[in-house]
Nanobody
Framework: QVQLVESGGGLVQAGGSLRLSCAAS????????VGWFRQAPGKGREFVAA????????LYADSVKDRFTISRDRAEDTASLQMNSLKPDDTAVYYC????????????????WGQGTQVTVSS
């Protein structure tokens, strides 16, 4: 069983940056695709970014393209989401998700989820 833990959330002013990290216990993340999703108050869960298990290929939501970067740190066995030029609309709880067999924007295809970390962007 893969257990995921997110870290790095917080409060930042518009235009600022945050780096979220997703760590796994129980199993290595090496062979898992990792996705980041977010959920703002009163809204559904929204895809943000994903990276393939083998590394390399990435997917981004149009709303974050050119501002956010998803990556892996193989030595630390983590996946990160670097968020730059943050906007108030980016305020949400951010979740990382992992799956051994999928690489997709669809949240229901991921089997493993973290508890989420709050990101708040003030105007």
């Amino acid at each position: 069983q893969v257990q995921l833990v997110e870290s790095g959330g917080g409060l930042v002013q518009a235009g600022g940056s945050l780096r979220l990290s997703c760590a796994a216990s129980g199993r290595t993340l090496r062979y898992y695709a990792v996705g980041w999703f977010r959920q703002a108050p009163g809204k559904g869960r929204e895809f943000v970014a994903a990276i393939r298990g083998s590394g390399g290929r990435t997917l981004y939501a149009d709303s974050v393209k050119d501002r956010f970067t998803i990556s892996r740190d193989r030595a630390e066995d983590t996946a990160s989401l670097q968020m730059n030029s943050l906007k108030p609309d980016d305020t949400a709880v951010y979740y990382c998700a992992a799956d051994r067999t999928t690489f997709t924007t669809m949240s229901d295809r991921y089997d493993h989820w973290g508890q989420g970390t709050q990101v708040t962007v003030s105007s």
